[in-house]
């Protein structure tokens, strides 16, 4: 399985965090379905191959549409392949997607939405973008400019992707009364702007990126768990624990064991240490 991540160029990296493909020509469709969990972004998915199944819990199996919106993630999905798997994704900043899409956030979050229900002519610019075309990273150039476009007649700047990112930045460790200080607005106004161009408030998103940082912090702990939940921000290790039963619903111990590549390429462990530029 070969997974990439590419920069978006700067007009778009207020929008956009990165680019990703992700190519295996023989996956292995014996296996067992594989986790995906939250991460605090909303993505826009083009498949070019055969199409995901999403395994639910109440075992039945549902195909994925090949070009679809994912919302903010507040639990795991299982998903496995069908056959060949060619995919580009585009990663919105949290509060990327909203100025891009005008649609309320959080009536996409924990959902799925087939793109040409939600935005046809979106769906119509993206298919042109990458037909015809074997390159991934030519693709990916194509769609960068059919974005560009539109947010060059997007609405005018909002404060909140910033504020938004402020809480990646800081892996989840901000207040949300500070947050509610820095941006001048109430603890509830900020909670309202969150859900509409985020998704989920902040206090979620802080929870969702603190769980993440537990990916990148345990290759170099030797401590134990309670010091793993102290690294990532945790108040102690039943915190850890819970939030690691919500967002992967399983205990910590066995996520981290059996983490295949598949669910590790989505995680935040790597972010922005492997990153390649778009071509022009």
């Known amino acids: 399985m070969r997974y990439q991540e590419l920069q978006p160029g700067l007009e778009l990296e207020r929008f956009v965090e990165c680019y990703w493909t992700l190519e295996n020509e023989q996956p292995d469709l014996t296996s067992k379905p594989e986790p995906i969990l939250p991460d605090g972004c909303v993505e826009l998915i083009l498949n070019l191959g055969d199409q995901f199944n999403e395994h639910r819990g109440d075992g039945v ?10 919302g903010q993630m507040t ?6 392949p069908t056959g060949r798997i060619r995919l580009i994704g585009i990663r919105f900043q949290p509060g990327g997607a909203f100025p891009l899409l005008r649609v309320p956030m959080h009536e996409l979050t924990d959902g799925l939405v087939e793109l040409g229900a939600l935005d046809p002519m979106l769906e119509g610019g993206l298919k042109e973008a990458v037909s015809d075309e074997r390159s991934l990273p030519r693709c990916i150039a194509r769609i960068e400019r059919s974005l560009f476009a539109r947010a060059r007649s997007s609405a005018g700047y909002s404060w909140l992707p910033s504020l938004a990112n402020s809480i990646v930045r800081l892996g989840g460790r901000q207040s949300v009364d500070q947050l509610a200080l820095d941006a001048g607005v109430t603890g509830r106004q900020l909670q309202r702007r969150f859900l509409r161009e985020v998704g989920i408030g902040p206090k979620l998103l802080s929870r969702i990126v603190r769980f993440q940082e537990v990916f990148r912090a345990v290759e ?9 939940a102290a690294e990532c921000g945790y108040y102690d290790q039943a915190h ?41």
Request: include cysteine; hydrophobic fraction near 40%.
């Open 240 to 280: 850890l624990i819970r939030d690691c039963q919500q967002f992967a619903g399983q205990t910590t111990a066995l996520l981290l064991a059996n983490t295949s590549p598949l669910t590790e390429s989505f995680t935040r462990k790597n972010r922005g240490s492997h990153f390649s530029n778009t071509a022009g």
């Open 61 to 70: 199996k549902v195909s994925q549409p090949l070009y679809f919106l994912v």
């Open 220 to 228: 170099g702990n030797r401590e134990g768990w309670a010091q793993l």
């Open 75 to 80: 639990r795991p999905i299982l998903i496995a």
